[in-house]
């Protein structure tokens, strides 16, 4: 019995230790060789779009963590319960039941669409897991942006170098002479020969000051036209959003979240209510998300705090997944400050002009910090207006006015400065 | 026969005739006093801040301000945290709903702006009209200084469920004692209270609802329940009307609530079925300056002018005494029979006895004006009632008093009384929206919300039923009536529920409650029949010869256009809207007629600034005396009468600025707005008046107006050269008399394409009753600038109603054969001026296709926009004021101060609360900016940006302004003249219309029509 006991445990080691290294090598085959990508793709679309709202591979949320089911349970039972789980449970299945009560009567959808093929793909997806990334495998590129040095310090040290030498160029020279060598005009005493006529001669005092006032001029009225210019505008926000991963990375719409922009003169800033469409499901961040501000680098340890921010704002118990109803709104910095006596409408652009929100707003969907790209300015408006050609195609009511003015100006096409878009009461009332 | 009539706008320019040319060289002037800052020497020498001292700080502060100013403040943007479905932020939503505020009633859509209402219109669907007060009642929904915030006991802030519990054991109580208790509400007319006070008392039988109204129409409820057995007033139809006699009911005004929209449609000359209009009155009422013919009378000669009317018309002799205005009364009742049943009478009178015989007449013509069918429930107060109260009260024979929105402290005649007697009562319950006097005075105050916070229903006609809704959120800790009397009653359905299942079963009947939501309003067509009593009409009239006995002089109690009850005395834009008549703003005073004033010593004269003056006069009416009332003279005052404003002189709780007036409340003794034995004495004094009557000269160009009457309208060419009334203006050119329009200093320009923007202006059926004013204070963000600045002519105002008297010197030839010419002129008018002609005329910015603004602006801020409109960009101008010293229609207004966010002008700008009013399409200007009537840009944009994003033509009729939506009489219509379809364009081209001025050749974008008064008499 003993032996019969040790050998079990041998056995059993050994029996454990071979699955091990067998689950090992398969996963890692699964994971590196074996993996039928078209099958995995399809499962994965699959999941997204049926099962991702209420199920996560590696994470409970309203239903179970589905990493793995295939092996605890069986592919036909699996097949019965998403086509109609209610079914499964009015036949009095015990797992269907036991499952359905763990989860607090919480009832899953059917799915009687899907084919045996879908399933079976969305199961393999479930098994095999989400593909590496080529991102994660490369090294990280972190954008290091090195600071360039600003013009007119090189010219400051320029000009401490040119001193320094001028300044040992004459201790050199009182050295020499101490030493008592004769006393020759050397280079600055040239200098200050020369000085001397400079100053003594009238015309070329008139034109050093006409040339002083007028780079003064230049250079204080150019200031002056900055002033409240706040072109590159990036403050920090409250939360480290990146529309580089929402915008670019997973091709969200613009106004998807900015959704007033085609109804209303503001575009919106969205509510945390929008924001909970997406994230009541994702709490987390992927594996090798990294995000460069200019303060700071986010990786996920970060990235995933920020997104508990919103649940905070919006008042999502992430483990519960309940709302408390304790909500406080999410105070963003403004980035875009038009003054009050400029008014602009979102809608007139978007809407009407179909202008894309890139052409004010820039390459937003690569930004990981937005920053105003445009300078706001009234030239940059008007310029615009002046070339922009409306685009009249099906929209009956322009269709009088811009025959008329057509042929007015003689042109095919006018531009938005010739409908009037240059008049002062258009925008300032 | 061209009008020879001349245009004056006060009683000081015709009798000082070198006054409109100082003032017109004054207009602008504004010295600096250099003299009282340098001309001390003393003072320079002793100041402690030398100049080198002053350069320093002065260096510093602009260095210090130069680099703050270099880093723009950080602004956040806070979204919400759920978002409501329908709203999108920065677009406007509408509600319909109503009000019914005791006072006012009618039905009016809200527009809000990310939930908060910013803007009140009548709801033009359900028949709505708005006066002044309607569109301002938006404002005092943000009076965050008078409203009240939270529950309280003896001061004590308690909570609601503290509040219920106290006063429900307190009733409990007094129930068992069988004490009674009087519930003492102004009019509701919703019938879904009247239910819950019904359901109230069945649970406390104890209690009694007593209406009061602060103004009372008691004599014509009463009159018209004795005749047609119920408690109502008889609606009008005035568009019917052929023949209208008044006896001093100013009906366009608040009498029965108004019925501007009707008499307007029954003033459109064309094809000449204009009605003709006769008023008898005392104060120069908006009814009266509408008039075609107005007779000055007594209100004693009034009654006995109606009587002798009545048996004009029926050859009875009814009791009466003959009146100075008995020929004007035979003539009246000649028009009266020739109309038939298309004349109509009317009287103001509270006398039951008066209103019975105005309503015979009305009977005797079949007037199909006058319909006692469907009547009107805004008015249910019973003086006898009120008046039984305040005895009982005193005498301890009440246990409790619960009062709803009404003031009796302040608006009862001895309401120091009544304050007083609210100490004997064991339970005292204000329930009120304003923290004001009686709220102060009794033991709980709860606080109500604003109509715009409520739910509930009203009926103001027979089966006319409006819904209210809130459109806002509740601002303060407050409730409803109805809610808190539901609770007291035990019931714990809520009122919307209640309301809602009233609305199924009384009122729906099956159709759908949303639709009716929706619409505000929903009608019942039921013909109703309506039994009539017969009344002696000889007792009546032997009781109004046995109480009618005038001695002294006769004082009017009227309600004034912009503060009717009183009830909005906090409200800055209804105290800034001049009167229409006497165009004063911020104050009540004592009308008085030319030939009193002379006698008594008053006079009313004018200082270099433009600004009037005035002396005190104390007025003593049986006994009571009040002290302080300035006097203004009124041309068209009824000799040996006088009139005072009701509704000023509250204080409790008002700003400061608004404790302005004196309370004629206390001369109104039982509730009679007539009160005869009036002494007058000149307390001397010096007052400043707000009046913005002359600052605005004419400098003398008196072709502003034109007006004609019917019977020229009809048969002379308007274009005649000689005697047409609507002649073009012709001038010397070239030793040549030429049409001025074929002159022109400017290039002409192509108006034809895309929009085109004109606004006409009918001077018709303009009433002048402001709400136009008002409503373009709400939309374009007009500052108030308070009583100050109004006074030396520094109104912000962007639309005026100029009212110009006016008196007619018989024919040209008369004129000159009296040898008359300027001053002297101007002495005979004065005669004339005991009863002068009255003219509306709104002005604001003319938007000249050639404007001479446009032309000496040197920084370009004032442009010319394709679409018509005079642009005035804020942010471009520096303040030179030229345009507004080129302007001819002196419609520019400067910016002397900051009015937002600066504690000298304490107005809505100036709190979080009152600036939620704001609308946020247009900008807040700031000082040192000129600025004036954008013709609603902002609107007009709006309606074009609307049909662009759904890819359609504009309809006609889509476009208007503030002041064409808020007119309640169409009297202004805004159209794009460049739609064939648009009613504008032919009202442009109509013979009644003319440019003002056009001989300057600014060719305006507002067109006015030719006033035509019918002085067709028998």
Redesign the interface.
């Known amino acids: 019995m003993k032996s019969v006991y040790l050998h079990n445990r041998i056995s059993k080691l050994l029996l454990k230790s071979v699955t091990f290294v067998l689950l090992f090598l398969m996963s890692f085959s699964v994971y590196s060789q074996d993996v039928d990508e078209a099958k995995q793709g399809e499962g994965k679309k699959l999941f997204k779009s049926l099962c991702a709202s209420c199920h996560k591979l590696d994470k409970k949320l309203v239903g179970p963590a589905l990493a793995g089911v295939e092996e605890r349970r069986e592919n036909d039972w699996l097949k019965k319960w998403i086509r109609n789980n209610a079914e499964l449970r009015a036949s009095g299945d015990r797992d269907a039941v036991a499952i359905y009560d763990e989860y607090n009567g919480a009832n899953m959808n059917a799915f009687p669409q899907l084919t045996d093929q879908d399933i079976d793909n969305i199961l393999y997806y479930t098994t095999v897991g989400d593909p590496r990334s080529k991102a994660s495998e490369s090294t990280e590129v972190v954008a290091t942006t090195q600071k360039e040095a600003p013009g007119w310090l090189i010219y400051i040290l320029a000009a401490i170098i040119v001193t320094a030498f001028l300044i040992i160029a004459s201790l050199l020279k009182t050295i020499s002479e101490l030493k008592g060598a004769p006393k020759t005009p050397g280079l600055l005493g040239n200098l200050h020969e020369l000085w001397i006529g400079v100053k003594q001669n009238t015309f070329l005092h008139v034109v050093g000051t006409i040339f002083f006032l007028l780079v003064a001029a230049y250079i204080g009225f150019g200031s002056l036209f900055s ?2 210019v ?1 072109q590159g505008y990036q ?1 920090i926000q409250p939360i480290a959003f990146s529309h580089k991963i929402h915008a670019g990375d997973n091709q969200i719409d613009c106004q998807y979240c900015h959704s ?1 922009a085609k ?4 575009s ?7 924001c909970m469409n997406c994230h009541k499901n994702i709490s987390e961040v992927a594996e090798n998300t990294v995000l460069v501000t200019e303060e700071k680098t986010y990786r996920k340890a970060d990235l995933d705090k920020e997104i508990q921010k919103i649940y905070k ?3 999502w118990n992430s483990e519960t997944l309940e709302y408390t109803g304790e ?8 980035i875009h ?1 038009l ?5 602009f ?1 979102h ?2 652009h978007v ?2 002009a179909g202008v894309a929100c890139q052409k004010c707003h820039g390459p937003v969907e690569t930004m990981e910090e937005l920053y105003q790209f445009s300078p706001l300015t009234m030239g940059w408006c008007i310029d615009c207006h002046r070339e922009t050609k409306v685009d009249l195609k ?8 811009h025959e ?2 057509a042929k ?1 100006y003689g042109v095919e096409q006018v531009t938005a400065a010739q409908l ?1 878009g240059l ?4 925008c ?2 | 026969m061209a009008s020879n009539k001349k245009y004056w706008k006060s009683v000081e320019e015709l009798t000082n005739n070198s006054l409109v040319e100082t003032i017109s060289k004054n207009e602008f002037v504004e010295e600096i006093p250099t003299d009282e800052f340098l001309g001390n020497k003393e003072a320079l020498e002793n100041s402690s801040t030398s100049r080198r001292d002053f350069l320093k700080y002065m260096g510093f502060t602009t260095a210090a301000a130069t680099l703050a100013a270099c880093e723009g403040p950080v602004k956040k943007s806070i979204p919400y945290v759920v978002k409501p479905n329908d709203l999108i932020v920065g677009v406007a939503d509408w509600y319909a709903t109503a009000i019914a505020d005791g006072y006012d009633f009618a039905n009016v859509l809200v527009k809000t702006r990310e939930g908060r209402p910013i803007l009140v219109m009548p709801n033009k669907e359900a028949g709505g009209t708005t006066n002044a007060r309607v569109q301002a009642s938006v404002l005092s929904l943000y009076d965050e200084k008078l409203r009240l915030k939270e529950p309280r006991k003896g001061g004590d802030v308690i909570s609601w469920n503290e509040a219920h519990k106290q006063i429900g054991t307190e009733l409990e109580r007094l129930k068992n004692e069988e004490k009674p208790v009087v519930l003492l509400t102004g009019t509701l007319a919703s019938p879904s209270t009247e239910k819950i006070i019904a359901e109230f008392i069945e649970k406390y039988p104890n209690v009694k609802h007593v209406t009061y109204d602060a103004i009372s129409e008691d004599g014509a409820l009463t009159a018209f329940e004795a005749m047609y057995g119920k408690r109502a007033l008889p609606n009008y139809h005035l568009d019917k009307a052929k023949t209208i006699v008044s006896f001093g009911a100013d009906f366009l005004g608040d009498w029965h609530g108004g019925f501007e929209k009707g008499y307007a449609a029954s003033r459109k000359p064309e094809g000449g079925k204009m009605s003709y209009h006769v008023q008898f009155e005392a104060n120069m009422s908006l009814t009266g300056a509408n008039a075609d013919k107005r007779v000055v009378t007594k209100p004693s000669d009034q009654v006995f002018a109606l009587i002798n009317l009545y048996n004009a018309i029926t050859g009875d002799s009814l009791p009466s005494k003959s009146t100075p205005v008995d020929d004007q009364v035979k003539k009246a009742a000649k028009e009266l029979l020739k109309s038939g049943s298309k004349g109509v009478v009317v009287t103001s009178s509270n006398d039951e006895n008066v209103q019975v015989i105005a309503y015979a007449i009305n009977e005797i013509l079949q007037s199909e004006v006058f319909d006692a069918a469907n009547p009107l429930y805004i008015r249910k107060g019973k003086d006898v009632e009120v008046a039984k109260l305040v005895a009982d009260m005193k005498a301890g024979r009440v246990g409790g008093l619960i009062t709803y929105n009404v003031n009796p402290v302040y608006s009862l005649a001895l309401g120091s009384d009544f304050a007083e007697a609210l100490n004997k009562l064991s339970l005292s319950v204000a329930m009120s929206v304003q923290d004001d006097a009686t709220a102060a005075a009794t033991q709980f105050t709860l606080p109500m919300s604003h109509f715009l916070e409520s739910w509930g229903d009203v009926m103001v006609r027979e089966r006319n039923y409006g819904l209210v809704q809130p459109t806002i959120n509740k601002l303060f800790n407050t409730a409803q009536l109805q809610e808190v009397l539901l609770k007291w009653s035990g019931n714990t359905t809520s009122y919307y529920d209640y309301l809602k299942t009233y609305w199924s079963d009384e009122v729906l009947k099956g159709q759908s409650w949303n639709q009716a939501l929706h619409d505000g309003f929903h009608k019942i067509e039921v013909e109703s029949e309506v039994s009539k009593s017969e009344i002696d009409l000889t007792t009546a009239a032997a009781a109004i010869v046995a109480t009618t006995k005038p001695s002294g002089f006769e004082l009017t109690l009227y309600s004034s256009t912009a503060l009717g009850d009183g009830k909005q005395a906090n409200n800055p834009w209804l105290q800034e809207l001049p009167d229409p008549i006497t165009r004063a703003s911020w104050d009540n005073y004592l009308t008085m007629s030319i030939a009193d004033a002379k006698e008594l010593g008053f006079s009313n004269p004018v200082k270099d600034n433009g600004a009037i003056n005035g002396q005190y006069a104390t007025v003593t009416v049986n006994g009571v005396t009040l002290e302080k009332i300035p006097v203004m003279v009124q041309p068209g005052q009824a000799k040996g009468s006088v009139g005072l404003a009701l509704g000023y002189g509250r204080a409790t709780n008002l700003k400061e600025e608004m404790q302005i007036g004196v309370n004629a409340y206390a001369l109104y003794k039982n509730a009679n707005p007539v009160q005869y034995n009036v002494k007058i004495e000149n307390a001397g004094g010096k007052h400043e008046f707000a009046c913005i009557q002359v600052q605005k000269t004419i400098a003398g160009r008196h072709d502003i107006l034109k007006e004609t009457t019917l019977k020229e309208y009809l048969t002379v060419d308007p274009k005649d050269h000689h005697h047409g009334w609507n002649k073009p203006a012709y001038v010397s050119y070239d030793h040549k008399e030429v049409e001025a329009k074929t002159i022109d200093l400017w290039d002409e320009h192509n108006r034809e394409i895309g929009h085109h923007f004109n606004l006409s202006i009918d001077l018709n059926t303009c009433t002048g009753c402001g709400a136009c004013v008002v409503a373009c204070h709400a939309e374009n963000n007009v500052p108030v600038v308070g009583k100050r600045e109004m006074r030396v002519g520094r109104d912000m105002h962007w639309l005026r109603i100029d009212r110009y008297y006016s008196s007619e010197v018989e024919t040209r030839e008369e004129a000159k054969e009296m040898g008359l010419s300027g001053g002297d002129l101007f002495k005979v008018l004065e005669t004339e001026a005991e009863n002068p002609e009255v003219t509306f005329q709104p002005m604001m910015c003319q938007h000249c296709n050639h404007a001479p603004c446009e032309t000496v602006c040197p920084v370009a801020a004032t442009t010319h926009g394709r679409q018509g409109q005079n642009q005035m960009t804020y942010n471009r101008c520096v303040g030179t004021r030229y345009c507004a010293n080129n302007c001819p229609y002196r419609v520019r207004r400067f910016n002397w101060f900051n009015y937002a966010d600066n504690n000298e002008f304490d107005f809505n700008m100036n709190n979080e609360y009152g600036k939620m009013v704001l609308n946020p399409d247009v900008v807040v200007r700031s000082r040192g900016v000129m600025e004036k009537c954008s013709m609603c840009i902002q609107m007009t944009q709006a309606t074009i940006l609307k049909a662009k994003k759904e890819g359609r033509k504009i309809e006609a009729g889509e476009f208007s302004t503030a002041c064409s939506d808020a007119c309640a009489t169409g009297a202004l219509v805004f159209g794009d003249v460049n739609n064939k379809e648009e009613e504008i364009v032919k009202l442009k081209e109509d013979k009644r219309a003319y440019h003002v001025l056009d001989y300057i050749g600014t060719k305006p974008n507002v067109v006015y029509q030719v006033k035509v008064r019918n002085t067709n008499e028998a």
């Open positions: 002033v409240g706040d403050p007033s109804h209303s003169k503001h919106g800033i969205p509510s945390v209510n929008v704002a919006a008042g909500t406080e709104p999410i105070k963003w910095i403004r400050n003054p009050d006596f400029a008014y409408n809608s007139q809407t009407v099906g929209n009956e009511y322009y269709q009088k006015i008329q003015l007015k009037g008049e002062c009461g258009k300032h009332y």
